[in-house]
């Protein structure tokens, strides 16, 4: 059995959500430099990662999920008549 083609194959299968990305395009899409999401929000837990000897990768959901919890909710329209 091919096991190359096995793991082209499960990886095609993934949902984007559920893709690995590295800490440069983690930050990108929260949209904070690498540097605030390797120091910062990475050491606090913030958000969680997999850590596979020394690469640390973000599952896009958990960056989306993350972005969710940082949302503020729009005030209300006050209208004076």
Same mark, same amino acid.
């Given at each position: 059995?091919?096991?190359?083609?096995?793991?082209?194959?499960?990886?095609?299968?993934?949902?984007?959500?559920?893709?690995?990305?590295?800490?440069?395009?983690?930050? %990108?899409?929260?949209?904070?430099?690498? /540097?605030?999401?390797?120091?910062?929000? *990475?050491?606090?837990? #913030?958000?969680?990662?997999?850590?596979?000897?020394?690469?640390? %990768?973000?599952?896009?959901?958990?960056? /989306?999920?993350?972005?969710?919890?940082? *949302?503020?909710?729009? #005030?209300?329209?006050?209208?004076?008549?």
């Amino acid at each position: 059995m091919n096991n190359t083609k096995e793991v082209k194959t499960n990886v095609e299968g993934m949902t984007n959500k559920n893709r690995l990305v590295t800490e440069r395009v983690a930050a %990108s899409i929260i949209g904070v430099s690498y /540097e605030s999401l390797k120091r910062s929000i *990475r050491w606090t837990g #913030r958000i969680p990662f997999y850590r596979v000897n020394k690469r640390i %990768s973000y599952k896009i959901s958990d960056l /989306e999920e993350f972005l969710q919890q940082c *949302r503020v909710p729009a #005030r209300p329209t006050i209208i004076t008549t």
